[in-house]
């Protein structure tokens, strides 16, 4: 249920930020939204944890910093894989998404999803 909601949730914030930053990430619509974010799932089970151990000296030497260029990689690989439906323009726009991607579901499920695990 969980992997559920975070799937909507990055939806959402994909929708959010294609509005944000209209001249650098383009969506199509929430059923793109969604398939993004499921995607986007499915590549940070699959290819990120290749990635991270591939980069792993680079990552120690940033103090894990490196963690969102590889964030930023499996996002402009999402966007390869979709096509048409969902655009980032550049590296420098998937490092950004992937830094303020952290940070909200950082925020999310700390406020949220851990009051609702105390209840």
Do not use: C, H
């Not at 290749?50 to 963690?67: D, K, M, R, S």
């Not at 894989?81 to 830094?99: D, R």
């Amino acid at each position: 249920m969980r992997w559920l909601i975070g799937i909507v949730i990055n939806a959402v914030l994909f929708i959010a930020l294609a509005g944000y930053f209209k001249e650098s990430i383009y969506l199509s619509g929430f059923g793109a939204a969604l398939g993004a974010s499921f995607l986007l799932s499915i590549l940070n089970v699959l290819v990120r944890p290749i990635l991270i151990l591939l980069t792993l000296p680079a990552t120690v030497l940033t103090l894990g910093l490196f963690l969102f260029v590889i964030n930023a990689i499996t996002l402009l690989l999402t966007d390869a894989i979709m096509g048409t439906a969902f655009e980032i323009n550049g590296f420098g726009m998937a490092l950004l998404m992937s830094v303020i991607m952290a940070l909200v579901n950082m925020i999310i499920q700390k406020a949220i999803l851990e009051r609702a695990n105390k209840k």
